[in-house]
């Protein structure tokens, strides 16, 4: 299929946080007028897809169930129809259930052969609500998986949860996901396509590292330490082939402790337009062009994301690819042109 490519976003967050209310304020910006909304349902009756208004495109519901197995199947040929529509869309947002792990749909679109060449996998919202986050990310995997693959965090009912409270929690989910810009609803992009501007790598000036709360002395550190996010940067442009052959390799020692890679990576070949990579899990995108920096920064800027990750092996590996010396590693060409030097290297 010829053009750009359709760019696929995500807005999830847990049961009650707003994800609906956010796409009903999103549908109404022109920015977004050629875009589809698919909504994901849990339960024997669909009632969500009945709240959100209609955009020029429609909405369209799969019921009964989260994002895997049977209704993953559904959303596949939900994604390949749309594609196929004779008016040309530029965006579809899928609207998870609250109970989802967004991880499963980045996988359904990377794991395609079709879908990968025709969607281009864009941002993951996730809706985080005010009073009853705190207690949801203690109790539930999927409202932890939802906050730690973000690329934002748009924070909801800030209005009626106490100030220390609010600000416990953006600490915590700021350790969980330092990379993640975190909104409040309020604000005026929050309600806009802005929310959907493309983001990669870390940031400049990340937000503050969690730290002891002495009026809300709730324990977090259980959880933070399960996930890792991994920020890896360089300042001069790689070969193509270099950092493609880095997110093979890590994709094939860690795939199954990494949730989400995503990064911006200044090349050799075209400086000018950055290569926007992406995976899940063992599963790579095709890294995409963009035609231009979204920002002033250049170099290399990846963020791998995951559980019970080998952070060293992501540092020493991504090190020896970028062409920093370091003790005890294998250089570029000895992992290229010598797969044994790391056990389970694939050429």
Same mark, same amino acid.
């Given at each position: 299929m010829?053009?750009?490519?359709?760019?696929?976003?995500?807005?999830t %967050?847990?049961l009650g946080?707003? +994800? #609906?209310?956010?796409?009903?304020?999103?549908?109404?910006?022109p920015a977004l007028?050629? #875009?589809?909304?698919?909504?994901?349902?849990f339960?024997?009756i669909?009632?969500?897809?009945?709240?959100?208004?209609?955009?020029?495109d429609? !909405?369209?519901?799969?019921?009964?169930?989260?994002?895997?197995?049977?209704?993953?199947?559904?959303?596949?040929?939900?994604?390949?129809?749309?594609?196929?529509?004779?008016? +040309?869309? $530029?965006? !579809?947002v899928?609207?998870?259930?609250?109970?989802?792990?967004?991880?499963?749909?980045?996988?359904?679109?990377?794991a395609?052969?079709?879908?990968?060449?025709?969607?281009?996998?864009?941002?993951?919202?996730?809706?985080?609500?005010?009073v009853?986050?705190a207690? #949801?990310l203690?109790?539930?995997e999927?409202?932890?998986?939802q !906050?730690?693959?973000?690329?934002?965090?748009?924070?909801?009912k @800030?209005?009626?949860? &106490?100030d220390?409270?609010?600000?416990?929690?953006?600490?915590?989910?700021?350790?969980?996901?330092p990379?993640?810009?975190?909104?409040?609803?309020?604000? &005026?992009?929050?309600?806009?396509?802005?929310m959907?501007?493309?983001?990669?790598?870390?940031r400049?000036?990340?937000? &503050?590292?969690?730290h002891?709360?002495?009026?809300?002395?709730?324990?977090?550190?259980?959880?933070? %330490? $399960?996930?890792q996010?991994?920020s890896?940067?360089?300042?001069?442009?790689?070969p193509q082939?270099?950092?493609e052959n880095?997110?093979?390799?890590?994709?094939?020692?860690?795939?199954e402790?990494?949730?989400?890679?995503? /990064?911006?990576?200044e #090349?050799?070949?075209?400086?000018?337009?950055?290569?926007?990579?992406q %995976?899940a899990?063992?599963?790579?995108?095709a890294?995409?062009?963009?035609?231009?920096?979204?920002?002033?920064? $250049?170099?290399?800027?990846?963020?791998v994301? /995951?559980?019970?990750?080998d952070?060293?092996?992501?540092?020493?590996?991504?090190?020896?690819?970028? @062409?920093?010396a370091?003790?005890?590693t294998?250089?570029?060409?000895?992992l290229e042109?010598?797969p044994?030097?790391i056990p389970?290297?694939?050429?």
């Open positions: 010829g053009g750009q490519p359709i760019v696929l976003d995500i807005v %967050g847990f946080a707003g +994800k #609906t209310t956010l796409i009903n304020r999103l549908l109404k910006d007028a050629d #875009t589809a909304v698919i909504v994901n349902e339960g024997e669909s009632i969500d897809h009945l709240l959100v208004e209609q955009a020029s429609g !909405v369209i519901e799969l019921g009964d169930g989260c994002l895997c197995c049977t209704v993953r199947g559904a959303l596949v040929d939900t994604l390949a129809a749309l594609a196929g529509r004779a008016q +040309k869309l $530029r965006r !579809v899928v609207e998870t259930t609250g109970l989802a792990d967004p991880v499963p749909v980045l996988q359904a679109v990377m395609h052969p079709e879908l990968s060449r025709t969607y281009s996998v864009g941002s993951v919202v996730t809706v985080v609500d005010a009853n986050g207690a #949801t203690d109790a539930h999927e409202a932890l998986s !906050v730690v693959v973000a690329d934002r965090l748009l924070l909801t @800030g209005d009626l949860a &106490p220390k409270d609010r600000q416990a929690l953006i600490r915590h989910m700021a350790a969980l996901n990379n993640a810009e975190i909104l409040d609803a309020r604000a &005026p992009e929050a309600g806009s396509a802005a959907f501007e493309r983001d990669a790598g870390p400049t000036a990340p937000p &503050p590292a969690a002891h709360d002495h009026d809300h002395p709730h324990d977090h550190g259980h959880h933070e %330490g $399960r996930f996010s991994v890896l940067t360089h300042d001069r442009p790689l082939a270099a950092v880095f997110l093979d390799l890590l994709a094939t020692q860690q795939g402790h990494i949730l989400r890679i995503k /990064g911006l990576v #090349t050799i070949e075209e400086p000018s337009r950055p290569l926007l990579v %995976g899990q063992r599963l790579l995108h890294p995409e062009r963009l035609s231009r920096w979204p920002d002033s920064g $250049r170099g290399t800027r990846i963020v994301i /995951g559980h019970a990750l952070v060293d092996y992501v540092r020493r590996i991504f090190a020896a690819f970028a @062409g920093q370091a003790v005890d294998p250089d570029r060409t000895a042109h010598n044994l030097a389970g290297f694939r050429a």
